[in-house]
């Protein structure tokens, strides 16, 4: 334990570097992811077919292939881009995760009584005017513990940045451990701030769902 303490305290600089950068990635991740998942769930219950076809093909794609080979195939499959291991890391997350995401956003959506629509028709107010200050509020109330679910995921899964040089949490401590032979406690005091911050977010979580008054 002391050994260990004494190799942290010494990299102290290295690991603040490398949280932040796991951070950043997180972070641009659940903002995009979140944005394109939103947009995917309107789109895949479209009545133009175009949108619907395009919507499902997504989902099916990138629920259907693991997250590691869509960001292989960033980094070294778009020659003409050029990414960057940071640039494929965060983008592969946001597209991966956008497709859970967007279920997530639909089976919300489905959740609110078709009756609200109804009513809405009726008294003569627009369906997108409906959409977005009747039925949006609700669903995204109802879908707060399943992004809160997918935005766990997103924070553990930049632990793939790995593959690609990415100098985040799980590669710092790799290539620490490397040269101090010190290889286990050096992973278990990573998997000690991932869960750290998953379990920041399940406390944001159960803020949301009290201050929004999820029903059971």
């Known amino acids: 334990m002391t050994e260990l303490f004494t190799i942290v305290r010494d990299n102290a600089s290295v690991y603040g570097e490398a949280i932040g950068i796991t951070l950043l990635a997180s972070g641009l991740a659940i903002v995009f992811a979140l944005f ?4 995917l769930a309107v789109m895949r219950d479209s009545r133009f077919a175009v949108f619907s076809g395009f919507a499902r093909l997504y989902v099916s ?3 259907g292939t693991p997250l590691l080979l869509q960001i292989l195939i960033l980094y070294n499959g778009l020659v003409a881009l050029q990414l960057t291991g940071f640039q494929a890391l965060a983008f592969g997350l946001s597209l991966h995760f956008s497709a859970y995401i967007s279920e997530s956003f639909r ?3 489905a959740s609110v009584d078709r009756g609200q629509w109804e009513a809405a028709d009726s008294l003569g107010i627009p369906r997108r005017k409906t959409f977005k200050d009747v039925i949006l509020p609700q669903a995204l ?3 707060i513990p399943p992004l809160s679910n997918s935005v766990i995921d997103i924070i553990k899964s930049t632990s793939l940045g790995t593959i690609v040089a990415v100098e985040e ?3 710092v401590s790799d290539q ?3 040269t101090t032979y010190l290889v286990m406690p050096l992973l278990l005091f990573s998997a000690a701030i991932y869960w750290i911050m998953s379990t920041l977010v399940q406390m944001v979580q159960h803020r949301l769902e009290v201050r929004f008054s999820i029903p059971n």
Request: proline fraction near 0%.
């Open 36 to 39: 394109l998942g939103l947009i």
């Open 61 to 63: 794609f990138f629920r």
């Open 107 to 109: 089976a919300a959506i």
């Open 141 to 143: 109330s109802r879908a």
């Open 169 to 171: 949490l799980t590669y």
């Open 176 to 178: 620490i451990s490397a």
